[in-house]
């Protein structure tokens, strides 16, 4: 069955700092992966989505990559900031609905 | 516009109630989605609509559960004689169109705890 690991469940990070949250799938050939944001008690939040000819995307501070060899997604956040602080998920998609992860909890401390 | 909305925010259900979720999509949203989501974990796929048609309900964890859109715009998650795993948060997202590249919106979810 289809299977998405993100690498870690919290990841704690210096202000100022790059985060970068790693996303890794099997069993799955994704047309696109998408990266949301999910603060808490409120639904995710769109940020960027890749395909699968993209090798990397950027908007503002982050960037995407994407290996379809390795199977695996890196997301960054550059000069991180603690309003960065929130769960950060990925998502798989292509013949069928969307497959999150479970997600990646990242306190920026100041 | 208005963004997804979804109506209660909150519902506490004794064991064996039947519930209904709503969702109010963004106008003009071809498709809708219905995610579950336990606590520390992503979204699960339940089901999909296009327009009114559901095409997709191969993620009902249940004969319990069903989704209806009947005009194409609000829809409605009804469990029927909920247990305590049904404890989660439920989540309806809305697209523009039906395709794997759209983005999807989500709505704040429906929190339901059943005792």
């Known amino acids: 069955s289809q299977k998405i690991e993100q690498n870690s469940e919290a990841l704690n990070i210096q202000e100022g700092k790059t985060a970068t949250l790693t996303c890794n799938y099997t069993?799955?050939?994704?047309?696109?992966l998408q990266w949301y944001r999910q603060d808490p008690g409120r639904g995710p939040v769109f940020l960027l989505l890749?395909?699968?000819?993209?090798k990397e995307k950027r908007k503002e501070r982050l960037k995407v990559t994407f290996d379809t060899t390795l199977k695996q997604s890196l997301f960054h956040i550059t000069a991180s900031q603690p309003a960065d602080s929130a769960t950060y998920l990925c998502?798989?998609?292509?013949?069928?609905?969307?497959?999150f992860g479970k997600g990646t909890r990242l306190s920026v401390i100041a | 516009g208005a963004g997804v909305s979804q109506s209660p925010r909150y519902k506490v259900a004794k064991r064996g109630q039947d519930v209904a979720l709503r969702c109010d999509p963004i106008?003009?949203?071809?498709?809708l989605f219905w995610y579950q989501q336990a606590l520390g974990q992503g979204p699960e796929f339940l089901t999909y609509?296009?327009?009114?048609?559901?095409?997709?309900k191969s993620g009902l964890p249940s004969d319990r559960f069903f989704a209806e859109r009947p005009e194409g715009s609000v829809s409605t998650l009804k469990i029927q004689r909920t247990q305590q795993e049904d404890s989660a948060v439920y989540l309806c997202?809305?697209?523009?169109?039906?395709?794997?590249?759209?983005?999807?919106?989500f709505g704040p979810g429906t929190r339901l705890l059943v005792l």
């Open positions: 069993n799955y050939s994704p047309a696109y």
């Open positions: 609509f296009q327009n009114e048609a559901q095409l997709d």
């Open positions: 890749i395909r699968e000819n993209e």
């Open positions: 106008s003009g949203h071809v498709s």
């Open positions: 997202a809305s697209s523009l169109l039906l395709a794997a590249k759209e983005t999807q919106y």
């Open positions: 998502a798989l998609s292509g013949n069928t609905p969307l497959v």
